[in-house]
């Protein structure tokens, strides 16, 4: 074998391994317990619901105000021991803030006089779980790098079957974070944006959210440019066709011309690293680095610039399609690609201008986001993402769409 070849080929084999390991850490969720953030407040007659008290799971949770009761619900066992514990993010100003924590249910021993009025209790038992006096210990949580002080913990034996409940409150009404854990065995999964939600968790209540680092988001920027730039079409299409995929179709240097070239053993590889080299930077840089905000915006549109202006091809491109279906899992997971693809799906399957149909998975995407009520950094993503899209089909947009035979006999009918 030739030696530029081989060493290619070892390159190659580098930056796909290299892909793999960013999509790995992307999927990586946190071991120790399933996380997940209070989103909306949770009072008493809107608890948040435990699936199974057996299985870890941490809510990161706040006190807001003086009168804020948080509930927890979950259905129990006769004989079930349950785990029950509250930890207060080392956060400024947290040093004493110290959440009392109730069970409640059936067949407990304890009365319901010490309950804040807000929690109604009919003919359930109370369990009254303090916090201790004195210094707490700390630990580190080695996943988020981030240390707690430790308050009350508890192992209950629940009583009878039937519904549970936790109630957590402060006595002196004092506001601030802390974090609810129920159960004990290790489960996959918890808020896939973890990550990216803990910076903004992570500061005193009331107080701004911090905004990105902006060294940070260049050199994300800087990765998801070049991630992006790594034409894996033309490379594939050498690789496995002896071919140069700008020699075929319309000249794209994208995923459907490495099909045309060397069919789908160049075509397939080619349509997922494209969307590898868009997914994982942001998915990275947002679940990963916890950028979020307008910080995000040159992140995510780093990779379709960096295809559609390849400094490995002359600043000359492919047409950001297979890129763009990465960069929006890397910001909505599932969400977005599946609204382009079905929309792609549709408009392939009744139009026969190949531009056109390319524009209209970001038109109705862009439609679902206005409608969503979407923030102001993803609406800025799709309006810079569209636009490049139109800037790479505004030649083939010059022929009108045309319909499908099928759809026109149907259309004559």
Request: aromatic share 10%.
């Amino acid at each position: 074998m030739h030696k530029d070849t081989r060493m290619f080929r070892i390159r190659f084999r580098i930056l796909i391994g290299l892909l793999l390991i960013g999509l790995a850490l992307i999927a990586t969720p946190v071991w120790a317990h399933q996380p997940f953030f209070e989103e909306t407040d949770i009072p008493p007659d809107r608890p948040w619901r435990i699936d199974d008290p057996s299985v870890s799971t941490a809510i990161y949770a706040t006190l807001e105000s003086a009168t804020d009761v948080d509930v927890f619900a979950f259905d129990g066992r006769a004989g079930q021991e349950v785990y029950l514990s509250i930890v207060i993010p080392q956060i400024p100003g947290q040093e004493n803030f110290a959440p009392t924590m109730a069970l409640i249910g059936p067949g407990l021993p304890g009365e319901a006089t010490a309950l804040p009025a807000a929690v109604p209790v009919t003919d359930e038992g109370v369990e009254m779980i303090p916090p201790p006096e004195g210094t707490p210990s700390t630990f580190f949580e080695p996943f988020t790098r981030t240390s707690y002080w430790e308050r009350q913990e508890r192992t209950v034996v629940l009583p009878a079957d039937g519904p549970y409940r936790v109630a957590v409150w402060h006595q002196r009404g004092e506001v601030g974070r802390y974090v609810f854990t129920v159960g004990r065995a290790e489960r996959l999964g918890g808020d896939p944006a973890f990550m990216a939600k803990l910076r903004q968790y992570w500061t005193p209540v009331g107080s701004p959210p911090p905004g990105p680092p902006l060294g940070a988001v260049l050199l994300w920027t800087v990765l998801g440019f070049f991630s992006g730039s790594l034409p894996f079409s033309v490379w594939l299409g050498r690789l496995v066709a002896r071919a140069d995929v700008r020699r075929y179709g319309d000249g794209n240097p994208g995923a459907a011309n490495a099909w045309r070239a060397g069919g789908w053993r160049a075509g397939l590889p080619a349509l997922l690293l494209d969307y590898l080299k868009g997914a994982t930077p942001v998915a990275l840089a947002r679940f990963g680095a916890g950028i979020d905000g307008w910080g995000l915006v040159p992140v995510a549109l780093a990779p379709v610039l960096g295809h559609a202006f390849s400094p490995f091809l002359r600043f000359r491109g492919g047409k950001a399609i297979a890129v763009t279906f990465g960069i929006w899992s890397g910001l909505t997971l599932w969400v977005g690609p599946t609204i382009l693809g079905l929309t792609l799906a549709l408009a392939v399957a009744v139009n026969r201008t190949d531009a056109w149909s390319a524009l209209s998975g970001p038109v109705v995407l862009g439609a679902y986001l206005l409608l969503s009520g979407a923030s102001g950094p993803l609406l800025a993503v799709w309006a810079g993402n569209l636009a490049l899209v139109l800037w790479k089909h505004h030649r083939d947009l010059r022929t009108p769409p045309q319909a499908r035979p099928w759809l026109r006999r149907l259309l004559s009918r």
